[in-house]
């Protein structure tokens, strides 16, 4: 197993964490010249009023993947000063938001040179969506805003959804291409980790992520983004379907699940007891 599929260093100069609150990352997408920026997930306008001014950014975009205070509070306060357009999912309601969207929706903004594609991940919430950029500069990796659907080695709680809505969603993330960077919008990584090697033992992938993950959180640094190879042989809710999983389901289910769903909600299920 080599370093590069455990952990990349972030490529995209146009993407940019802005953290908040505990261990949210708002990220902001920057025009190729560095002077706009579209925000996803801004849930602390402050936090954005300041990233935006250290820079000399202007905000041309507020882009939404669900409902939740931490993603979408600094929204109202952020349309009023910008006056920019505001995208979030079709199937929630959400205050500010103009520009509805759903499966296979594409949002082009032309001011930031961004084409992004939508996905309808439901699960952690009912309209929860993520947003997939093919390339953010010529030649580079694909880019993925995935809110709190998929984690580095983790995923949401399911709040709204069923597991098998939730693995579904999961599994339609995980099909994107491996080099894909995973913005997502939380630093638990660790924590995540932690459990993934607890469920899956013998993985040395894990294992060598684990490892990186903790010397990259004791210098400070984000474990974000990590990349779609590496979440497809870490994240254990992408590999329900794997044996080693299924035991472990087995385990904790005290028999042996019944279907990819029942797995995958017994994997989740565990999670949310586990310390
Ligand atoms: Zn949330
Ligand atoms: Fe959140």
Redesign the pocket.
């Known amino acids: 197993m080599t370093d590069s599929l455990v952990f990349c260093p972030d490529p995209h100069r146009r993407v940019v964490a802005v953290p908040a609150f505990d261990d949210?990352y708002l990220w902001l997408v920057l025009s190729p010249d560095h002077r706009r920026a579209a925000v996803v997930?801004p849930?602390d306008a402050q936090a954005i009023e300041t990233a935006l001014a250290s820079r000399g950014l202007t905000l041309n975009a507020i882009l939404l993947t669900h409902h939740?205070r931490?993603?979408a509070g600094g929204v109202l306060a952020l349309k009023a000063r910008w006056s920019c357009p505001v995208y979030g999912p079709q199937g929630e309601r959400i205050e500010g938001v103009d520009h509805p969207l759903d499966e296979g929706d594409r949002v082009s903004l032309a001011p930031l040179d961004l084409q992004l594609r939508v996905i309808a991940v439901p699960g952690h919430t009912r309209g929860h969506i993520a947003y997939f950029a093919e390339q953010l500069d010529d030649g580079d990796s694909p880019a993925l805003f995935c809110?709190?659907t998929l984690f580095a080695g983790g995923c949401?709680r399911l709040f709204e959804g069923t597991p098998a809505q939730m693995l579904d969603s999961l599994s339609r993330l995980s099909a994107l291409p491996d080099a894909t960077r995973v913005y997502c919008?939380?630093e638990y990584t660790l924590a995540n980790l932690r459990f993934a090697a607890a469920v899956d033992p013998e993985n040395a992938a894990l294992q060598a992520r684990l490892a990186q993950a903790q010397a990259r959180r004791a210098r400070g640094e984000p474990t974000v983004p990590g990349e779609m190879a590496a979440e497809r042989a870490t994240n254990p809710f992408l590999r329900t379907h794997l044996p080693a999983l299924r035991a472990a389901a087995a385990r904790h289910l005290g028999r042996a699940p019944a279907d990819a769903s029942e797995c995958f909600g017994a994997i989740r299920d565990w999670k949310n007891q586990f310390r």
Do not use: F, K, L, T
């Open positions: 949210n997930d849930g939740h931490d993603h809110g709190d949401g919008a939380h």
